[in-house]
């Protein structure tokens, strides 16, 4: 037993190391491949303490939320306009926030969670980055707006389907921040018609 453990950890290792140099390979596919071959080895320490699907969530979950920081930060510097500035500066603070929760439920299942956005985020955070001032706000806003109704539906499946009750309970909690922002963004994009 303690050969295979071994073995499975060398083979974390190996991985680990391979996604870390492989610059084309996603950075929640990484984490999601990971998580997979935790899974299929669940004895001892090596394993993840929950679902496929709950890490997947995991992993997903924490890849929007260093986006919305990401692009939010963006747009404290780029935003010329007001309530713009103070809600990016709310998502940065309520996003990091709800980051580090995850990480240290994460933490405590063995679940893998990206380092950094995955190569669609990083995409869009480019494009964005790209517009010109006049442009930008909409645009932020559009995509805030847009990626909130996404979250929502997410967590509010996720809160129906998740089988570990700290995941649960983290995205009970978490929820109801992610309505207050998607309805703020709503009335900042109802008041720029």
Known sequence: ??????IVMIA???MMFQACNNKKKDSTASADSVNKVKDSTTSGMTGIAVDKDDAKFAVDAANGGMTE???SKLAEQKST??????????MVMDHTKAGEELKAVAKTKNITL???VNADSKKAIADLSKKSVSDFDKA?????VSDHKATVD???NASKK???ADLKAFVDKTLPTIKGHLTNIKAIHDGMK
Do not use: I, T
Not at 81 to 90: E, G, I, P
Not at 140 to 144: A, E, G, P, T
């Open 81 to 90: 306009n007001a309530k713009v500035k103070d809600f990016a500066a709310m």
């Open 12 to 14: 974390l290792a190996g």
């Open 162 to 164: 998740l089988k570990d």
């Open 114 to 116: 990206p380092d950094s």
């Open 154 to 156: 997410m967590f509010e």
């Open 69 to 71: 920081v990401e692009l």
């Open 1 to 6: 037993m303690k050969k295979l453990n071994l």
């Open 140 to 144: 932020y806003v559009d995509k805030m």
